[in-house]
C-alpha cells in the first residue's frame, strides 16, 4: 500500500541557516511526489512536484526535492531560510485511482 | 481570481444534524477531492471525483455523502454528524493534465458536540 513517512515531527533552524525536510514513501511504482506547505490557518499551497525526470526538482519560495529511488526519498531543502518559512510542511504521493497520500506534516520553526 | 471557496470556514453543530460543506472552484477543473486533517493524523481523503457524476470513496468515507451534479460544485454532505468528525475540511481541486497538483480551499473547520 502507498505511504509517506515524514520522520521530523517539528524542527527548528535559525534564519539564514539551510534546511532540509525529510519524506520516505512506499509505492509499487514509479512514484508522483509532492510537497506542500501550509501556513497557520491558511489551506495548502504546492510547493513543487515530481513525475519524471530530472530527479532534481525546483519549486516556488527557494525549495527545491531531491527524488532518490534507492532510498525511497523525496527530501525537500532550502539553502537559507527566512522567517516568513514557518508553517507545517507536508510530503505527498499519488496513488491509483487518483487517491493521493500525505504524510502527517514537520512543523517548522524559524527563530530569529 | 482562479481559487476554490469553501464555505463555512467554520461551524458548530450538534450530533445527529444533518449538514453539508459546499465547495466550489472556478478553474474547470475535472478532479475534486475531500480531505479531514486531524493532528498526527495529516490530511486524510475522503471522497474524490474525477469529473461529473463520478465519484469515489478515499480512505476515510464512513459517515459522509458527496455529489457532483456540476463540474465546478462539490458539496460535502454529513447526514447524520457524531464527535468523530470535528475536525479541519479542505477541498480541492485539480485539472485532467495534472492529475495531482492539487488547489486547495482555505478550509472549514467543523466542531460536532
Known amino acids: 500500500a502507498q505511504s509517506v513517512t515524514q520522520p521530523d515531527i517539528h524542527i527548528t533552524v535559525s534564519e539564514g541557516a539551510s534546511l532540509e525536510l525529510r519524506c520516505n514513501y512506499s509505492y509499487g511504482a514509479t512514484p508522483y511526489l509532492f510537497w506542500y506547505v501550509q501556513s497557520p490557518g491558511q489551506g495548502l499551497q504546492l510547493l513543487l512536484k515530481?513525475?519524471?525526470?530530472?530527479?532534481l526538482v525546483q519549486g516556488i519560495k527557494g525549495f527545491e526535492a531531491e527524488f532518490k529511488r534507492s532510498q525511497s526519498s523525496f527530501n525537500l531543502r532550502k539553502p537559507s531560510v527566512h522567517w516568513s518559512d514557518a508553517a507545517e510542511y507536508f510530503c505527498a504521493v499519488g496513488g491509483t485511482g487518483n487517491q493521493f497520500y500525505f504524510g502527517t506534516g514537520t512543523s517548522l520553526t524559524v527563530i530569529p | 481570481e482562479a481559487q476554490v471557496t469553501q464555505n463555512p470556514r467554520y461551524l458548530i453543530t450538534v450530533t445527529g444534524k444533518k449538514l453539508t460543506v459546499t465547495c466550489s472552484q472556478n478553474?474547470?477543473?475535472?478532479?475534486m477531492s475531500w480531505y479531514r486533517q486531524d493532528p498526527g493524523l495529516g490530511l486524510r481523503q475522503i471522497y474524490y471525483?474525477?469529473?461529473?457524476?463520478?465519484?469515489d470513496k478515499g480512505d476515510v468515507p464512513e459517515g459522509y455523502k458527496v455529489s457532483r451534479k456540476e463540474k465546478r460544485n462539490f458539496p460535502l454532505i454529513l447526514e447524520s454528524p457524531s464527535p468523530n468528525q470535528t475536525s479541519l475540511y479542505f477541498c480541492?481541486?485539480?485539472?485532467?493534465?495534472?492529475?495531482?497538483?492539487?488547489?486547495f480551499g482555505s478550509g472549514t473547520r467543523l466542531t460536532v458536540v
Open positions: 480541492a481541486s485539480s485539472t485532467r493534465g495534472d492529475t495531482y497538483g492539487y488547489t
Open positions: 515530481y513525475f519524471s525526470g530530472d530527479t
Open positions: 478553474m474547470n477543473h475535472e478532479y
Open positions: 471525483s474525477m469529473n461529473v457524476e463520478v465519484t
